[in-house]
T-cell receptor, first 114, second 113 residues
Framework: DTEVTQTPKHLVMGMTNKKSLKCEQH?????MYWYKQKAKKPPELMFV???????INESVPSRFSPECPNSSLLNLHLHALQPEDSALYLC?????????????FGAGTRLSVL | SQQGEEDPQALSIQEGENATMNCSYK?????LQWYRQNSGRGLVHLIL?????REKHSGRLRVTLDTSKKSSSLLITASRAADTASYFC?????????????FGAGTRLFVKA
């Protein structure tokens, strides 16, 4: 199983809503990532978890809150988002980091903030 | 804080032709990867080349890496309509905060049948 599953596929939320994005992998990968991608732009790294611990936060606003409940699951909790946060949110996982950092991506959650 | 710039930004070719995309990066890397993204979907890993390698092949893909020029190229031979996608290079290395993979701006490839 080389799949990273993201739910939901689409999400529309108001600026006062609280929602969560979910990501799951069963490949035994120990590193998991959240990226944000705007149209016609490359993915921008947001967070990296390594062995279930947050290792990198790319100065992401606190309205985005990541969580890694176990080695297979990664969540991104959203609260009080702004319209400019509308984007494709991609989750990825890799066996490790350094030279074992080939990343497997989910299909993404397309988020619209109204 | 993108690592790489890619050239060209967009490329349109006929089926059967070869497509070459170039990538430049700014800092030292341990490896450089290429990924493909079909419209609005997740990225798919294509090939990884380590910093001590100069060339690598995988099927119709050929990747070169020149660490002295901080550049890489991806060649897709005998292109097919199904190769239409965006292609991103991604440099993996030590940055502030730890090991990261940073993506370049990407090249949008259109292969006309």
């Amino acid at each position: 199983d080389t799949e990273v599953t993201q739910t939901p596929k689409h999400l529309v939320m108001g600026m006062t809503n609280k929602k969560s994005l979910k990501c799951e992998q069963h490949m035994g990968h120990r590193a998991m990532y959240w990226y944000k991608q705007k149209a016609k732009k490359p993915p921008e790294l947001m967070f990296v978890y390594s062995y279930e611990k947050l290792s990198i936060n790319e100065s992401v606003p606190s309205r985005f809150s990541p969580e890694c409940p176990n080695s297979s699951l990664l969540n991104l909790h959203l609260h009080a988002l702004q319209p400019e946060d509308s984007a494709l949110y991609l989750c990825a996982s890799s066996y490790g980091r350094d030279d074992k950092n080939i990343q497997y991506f989910g299909a993404g959650t397309r988020l619209s903030v109204l | 804080s993108q690592q790489g710039e890619e050239d060209p930004q967009a490329l349109s070719i006929q089926e059967g032709e070869n497509a070459t995309m170039n990538c430049s990066y700014k800092t030292s890397i341990n490896n450089l990867q290429w990924y493909r993204q079909n419209s609005g979907r997740g990225l798919v890993h294509l090939i990884l080349i380590r910093s001590n390698e100069r060339e690598k092949h995988s099927g119709r893909l050929r990747v070169t890496l020149d660490t002295s020029k901080k550049s890489s190229s991806l060649l897709i031979t005998a292109s097919r309509a199904a190769d239409t996608a965006s292609y991103f290079c991604a440099g993996g290395g030590q940055y502030t905060g730890g090991f990261k993979t940073i993506f370049g701006a990407g090249t949008r490839l259109f292969v006309k049948a």
